[in-house]
């Protein structure tokens, strides 16, 4: 069992900066995938980024050039930031990690994009 724990959204401006944190009930060395999720209503869940555990990254083509995912093995997190935001990147965000067969979410953390 993995519990989660995200912080770091908010209210910021279009062209604005925030980073998201997402820490880990245990070591996220062994992980094979940690990812960052999103959600609007009416909308499905899009994949934003991930990490996989040989260090191999992904972006969706939505955040290409303006997110960035990395880690931080000693502190079991990862994070997100997000620059340069945009109205669209309005959404609950969520962490996604899984050691295996399992996965595990966080609670989502509110980002809103408004002038």
């Known amino acids: 069992q993995v519990q989660l724990v995200e912080s770091g959204g908010g209210l910021v401006q279009p062209g604005g900066s925030l980073r998201l944190s997402c820490t880990a009930s245990r070591s996220i060395f062994g992980m094979k995938i940690m990812a960052w999720h999103r959600q609007t209503p009416g909308r499905e869940s899009e994949l934003v980024a991930d990490i996989n555990q040989d260090g191999n990254i992904y972006y969706a083509d939505f955040v290409k050039g303006r997110f960035t995912i990395s880690r931080d093995n000693a502190k079991n997190t990862f994070y997100l930031q997000m620059n340069n935001l945009k109205f669209e990147d309005t959404a609950i965000y969520y962490c996604?990690?899984?050691?295996?067969?399992?996965?595990?979410w966080g609670q989502g953390t509110q980002v809103t994009v408004s002038s």
């Open positions: 996604h990690v899984s050691p295996g067969v399992a996965g595990y």
